[in-house]
């Protein structure tokens, strides 16, 4: 095998990797919270509970994706929360699991939007996840930054009059 396909299942390991252990964070989160986004009774439904499991569960199941994939690990993120919640609804929708006879199914496009707001949120630990690696957020980090009175600047820069459309002094 040459160095490239190597270099190539590594990323493909390090990205399944990265994933299954946000998919375990985001499915420990949904157990210690008891609530289920793919099942509606009312509006007595919205508690913290589920905002939590809504908004705090996926961002911090976002952030180890990001810190042992590496850059690019925000994209990774957002298929953490559609893997889990898309399992949970076909295993409703398809008959394995019972709900409640109180409960309804959401329709696929309400729980689309609901899943479509988690992957967001993971995708923001993804990024903060990236932030942390990189120290600073941006494509170049503080250490690798050109320092103002470098070679590339030791000339000034022709000043322009405003009145004269760009014309030299």
Request: charged share 15%.
């Amino acid at each position: 095998m040459n160095g490239k396909i190597k270099s190539r299942l590594l990323d493909v390991l390090m990205a399944t990797i990265a994933i299954t252990v946000g998919v375990v964070i985001n499915v420990v989160g949904d157990r210690w919270t008891g609530v289920q986004l793919h099942i509606f009774s009312g509006i007595d439904y919205f508690t913290y509970d589920w905002a939590i499991t809504l908004f705090l569960v996926p961002f911090v199941a976002g952030l180890p994706v990001a810190l042992i994939y590496g850059f690019g690990g925000k994209l990774l993120a957002f298929f953490v929360p559609f893997i889990v919640q898309g399992y949970k609804y076909l295993d409703v929708y398809y008959g394995s699991a019972a709900i409640p006879e109180d409960v309804k199914l959401l329709p696929l496009m309400y729980w689309f939007l609901v899943v479509l707001i988690a992957m967001e949120f993971a995708g923001i630990g993804g990024l903060v996840g990236e932030i942390a690696i990189k120290k600073t957020y941006g494509r170049t980090p503080r250490h690798l930054r050109k320092k103002p009175g470098n070679a590339l600047l030791s000339e000034p820069l022709p000043i322009a009059d405003s009145a004269s459309s760009g014309v030299e002094k």
